[in-house]
């Protein structure tokens, strides 16, 4: 098994120069016949776009105050009615897919380049760099995910970027993990062997040799932890440590509606289905990408 | 085995240190000076400076640290709230119940809704039932702890008037807040059996089994559950852990004055001492639990067992 592996990824790592576009189309051909995970890429490409036209869809300015207009239910003007303030929710769930997206993908991007690092090294090096970075690692996780990041709102204070750094520190030792197991199983392998004998060094075997050949994990982790991230974000907001009005971050939405849901549940319920929709769309497209990228693993 | 515990047991030690070098840190960085904050915008800096120096705020970070350690180790003391002047240890000791029951509430859900559907579906892949589970498991794992907890209370306080919306002191008042933190773990518990199951399931020695003429029932529950189990019980475990998580955003929604609460409210009121203790406590919890999973696993598999001595 071990071996077969090791030979499946040394071949893939010799075919994969010229042909990593030929890879992409590969596992998007595997992925279309996964209904469900492409209509998970069909949400996830309408939200991105309504991120960025946010401006044009949205009907109204998110934050402008319209007191005469407090509490309306769901109507032609106002979709999904307005809230305490007379805002326009509809316009303010569009506007916080920008906030939501950009959490999500930032704070895995934090992760991802953090856990990598961490993962490659302590993978490649092993031995005493490995057993400190791991113990660390340990500590880290010792914690449930959203504790840590709670501590370190409580340390930043409130904010898109704080928010951002919280979340994203708090995911680094999933992927350091993944990357971790991945560097171990390959790093012994023959191609490996080659490029130390023909002198390349350690960095540039990291990153031409091992990272690209555990991409498929990660791409897989990373999926799923943009919902994650998402997730935590919100949650954070819903518990005062993250975004404050008048953003209009969905978690806080989601705070704000709570003092009203007796007599105006539009208030909670659509930015409620806003997160629910967004992860749905994030985790059958991870599940999709899992299986389309390892066709092996699929029974 | 008793060796084997107190290792682990002992093993506990780094990581409380681990942890709680890492929160002291991490507040100490925090904004704010503890003593301006008690003392009010009003006090005078002299009485600002007194109170600081009373309070050993002046000394470098590594000799405060060693002092927090040795109180720890020493009394077990985790010191006094900036806020009550209480002792943190009461405080968290007077609402460690809370979150306690909370946990272990929406565990036994998990385990007792998930484990028995997991299997059911593996046994029935690809039937009706299989599919339906799959469906409201996906969702589980797609709804947040606090958009369904405001859900249930809409539907269940508000509309149907059955169920109390907070507190957490008689049944009913425990229903809801446990069923919203519980959902995400019974869908993840749910699909875990399944796969776990599936995998055990087309192995040789259970064709042998049946071959033998055993019942299915013996087949599904003995042979086939008992060695699916140790990933479940790994699941298990994890989740244990995002329930203490999840306990903070459940005990917000539903006014429950646990430890989560306590953290929160603590946050917001710069009371470092008490967020310091509410997370240890949440560490040294989810430890224990993992300690706990780690000997189920020597029951659940003889082979592991053999590795304890």
């Known amino acids: ?299 | 085995m008793a060796k084997y515990i107190v290792k682990r047991i002992l093993l506990l030690i780094p990581v409380i240190i681990g942890v709680s070098f890492i929160v002291f840190g991490l507040l100490e960085l925090s904004p704010g000076d503890p003593a301006r904050n008690i003392l009010g915008t009003n006090a005078s800096p002299e009485e600002v400076t007194a109170l600081r120096e009373e309070m050993g705020l002046n000394d470098p970070f590594l000799v405060r640290y060693g002092r927090f350690l040795k109180d720890l180790v020493l009394h077990g003391d985790l010191g006094d709230s900036y806020i009550s002047r209480t002792p943190v240890v009461e405080e968290i000791a007077s609402r460690a119940g809370y979150t306690f029951k909370l946990a272990v509430f929406a565990i036994i859900i998990a385990i007792v809704i998930g484990i028995p559907f997991g299997i059911i579906s593996a046994v029935k892949q690809y039937s009706l039932f299989d599919n339906i589970t799959m469906v409201f498991a996906l969702l589980g794992i797609c709804m947040p702890v606090f958009w369904l907890g405001l859900l249930l209370i809409l539907l269940f306080s508000v509309h149907l008037g059955w169920l109390p919306s907070s507190g957490f002191d008689t049944l009913p008042q425990m229903i809801l807040p446990s069923i919203a933190l519980a959902a995400q773990s019974v869908s993840v518990i749910t699909r875990m059996t399944r796969s776990s199951m599936l995998e055990v399931v087309r192995q040789d020695y259970i064709r042998t089994v049946r071959a033998k003429g055993q019942k299915e029932k013996v087949v599904i529950m003995r042979h086939a559950l008992g060695n699916a189990l140790i990933p479940i019980l790994t699941t298990i475990g994890t989740q244990f852990g995002q329930l203490l998580g999840g306990a903070v955003m459940t005990e917000v929604i539903f006014s429950i004055p646990g430890v989560g609460r306590l953290m929160v409210d603590s946050i917001m009121m710069r009371d470092t001492p008490m967020v310091m203790g509410c997370i240890l406590f949440v560490a040294v919890a989810f430890a224990i639990v993992n300690l706990i999973v780690d000997l189920l696993y020597s029951f659940v598999d003889p082979r592991i067992k053999s590795q304890f001595s």
């Open chain 1, 1 to 299: 098994m071990q071996e077969e592996l090791i030979k499946n990824q040394e071949t893939e790592s010799y075919e994969r120069k010229g042909s990593g576009l030929r890879k992409v189309k590969d596992v998007f051909h595997r992925m279309k016949k996964n209904k469900l995970a492409m209509f998970g890429l069909v949400i996830i490409i309408l939200l991105v776009l309504t991120a960025i036209f946010a401006d044009f869809i949205a009907p109204y300015d998110y934050s402008t105050n319209n007191l005469k207009d407090q509490f309306s239910g769901p109507s032609k003007e106002h979709l999904f009615g307005t809230d305490e303030f007379g805002r326009d929710i509809f316009s303010r769930i569009v506007y916080g897919s920008r906030i939501s997206l950009q959490v999500g993908f930032i704070s895995v991007g934090i992760a991802l380049i953090a856990g990598v690092a961490i993962g490659a090294v302590a993978g490649f090096y092993g031995g005493k760099v490995d057993t400190i970075l791991m113990r660390v690692i340990d500590i880290i996780q010792s914690l449930p995910d959203i504790l840590l990041a709670i501590a370190i709102m409580a340390v930043l204070g409130p904010g898109l970027a704080n928010l951002m750094i919280a979340v994203g520190i708090a995911a680094i030792p999933g992927y350091a993990k993944i990357v971790r197991s991945s560097v171990l199983s390959i790093k012994d392998s023959e191609y490996v062997e080659a490029a130390k004998a023909n002198g390349s060094s350690d960095f540039r075997i990291i990153i031409k040799h091992i990272i690209p050949n555990c991409l498929a994990p990660i791409i897989v982790q990373a999926t799923l932890g943009v919902a994650y991230a998402i997730i935590n974000a919100a949650g954070l907001s819903f518990i005062g440590l993250g975004l404050e009005p008048p953003t209009p971050e969905w978690g806080a939405m989601l705070s704000g509606g709570r003092a009203y849901i007796r007599d105006f549940p539009h208030m909670t319920i659509f930015p409620g289905l806003a997160i629910v929709i967004t992860i749905f769309a994030l985790n059958v497209l991870g599940d999709g990408l899992r299986d389309a990228l390892d066709p092996k693993l699929k029974q």
